[in-house]
């Protein structure tokens, strides 16, 4: 009964492959894009930070640094973007920029001035394999001191978030997805009657179309990769190139991200080696989303002192 079922689905799906796909592109995309069309919602769930049971608010401090990043970045329209208090230890960002308050920014728990930003990073309780950071242990000063950045170093991590959201960089990584899916459907169908295997034997066909599913996940493992990691390079260069101050806050930035996984290697002992290179980018495993923090600061320290002819 269930095979007669699925036969008999397979056999609707073929009559109407064409409306299928389409819809099946077209709910793909809007899944992509979930969290940033219902950022104010959704976003403000997972990342805000809370106090006994109220959402922490942006210091008077924090506010005017977001504003002035967001002149600096020259937004069309700063009504389009807003900020809130994250206990992540890197800004985080979602939305998009065309929507009244559509983009939020989530800014560190522990972004302020040096001094303050120290106690707030004491305060947070993060868990490395089942036990939480002792701040007093020598890991964990130099995981602190990792932690804490510079004004130039904050507002170039702020600025980078925001300048993605401008590129519409989540409109083009959802966008993947549904092209690989039609590509592979639409490729996969042309073969087929070229090759004239819809005569072919039943176990033919299925690793025929098992291949073709394969081939279609590589390809979009490969293309939103690549889409990743050059956006990830372009919004550094731009980033950087706002001003002087902004490279250098950059270099102090991945500078201190290579910083962090370099203590968390150590923390983590074996687990740690296995996720963390001695140099701090992370060790790639099947796919590579984003480029080595070493390569991006390199990129920056290149536009700061451009190599003599």
Request: overall charge positive.
């Amino acid at each position: 009964m269930a095979f007669h079922s699925l036969w008999k689905a397979v056999s609707i799906m073929e009559q109407h492959r064409t409306a299928f796909l389409s819809i099946s592109c077209a709910g793909l995309f809007g899944a992509n894009l979930t969290l940033h069309i219902f950022s104010k919602e959704l976003f403000k769930t997972i990342y805000q930070a809370w106090d006994h049971g109220k959402p922490l608010e942006l210091s008077e401090d924090l506010q005017s640094l977001f504003y002035d990043i967001l002149r600096d970045v020259k937004v069309k329209s700063a009504d389009c973007y807003d900020a809130i208090k994250t206990c992540t230890l890197h800004p985080v960002s979602a939305g998009l920029p065309w929507r009244h308050k559509g983009c939020v920014v989530g800014i560190p728990y522990h972004f302020s001035d040096t001094s303050s930003g120290e106690q707030q990073i004491a305060k947070i309780g993060v868990l490395l394999k089942g036990r939480k950071v002792d701040w007093t242990s020598t890991e964990g000063l130099t995981l602190k001191d990792a932690l804490t950045l510079s004004p130039e170093a904050q507002k170039f991590a702020i600025a980078r978030e925001i300048i993605n959201l401008q590129q519409n960089r989540p409109l083009a990584c959802a966008a993947v997805g549904p092209i690989c899916l039609a590509g592979s459907c639409i490729s996969g169908v042309a073969v087929k009657q070229v090759l004239g295997l819809y005569y072919a034997p039943v176990l033919f066909r299925g690793i025929y179309n098992m291949a073709v599913v394969a081939l279609g996940f590589v390809g979009y493992c490969l293309l939103y990769d690549t889409i990743s990691q050059a956006f990830d390079y372009r919004t550094d260069r731009n980033t950087a190139s706002i001003s002087p101050s902004f490279a250098r806050g950059g270099v102090e930035f991945y500078s201190k991200v290579l910083s962090q996984n370099k203590a968390f290697r150590t923390i983590m002992g074996k687990e740690g080696e296995q996720i963390y290179a001695s140099n701090g980018n992370i060790l790639p495993k099947f796919r590579l989303k984003h480029p080595s923090y070493t390569s991006r600061r390199n990129l920056i320290i290149n536009m700061l002192n451009p190599p003599q002819a």
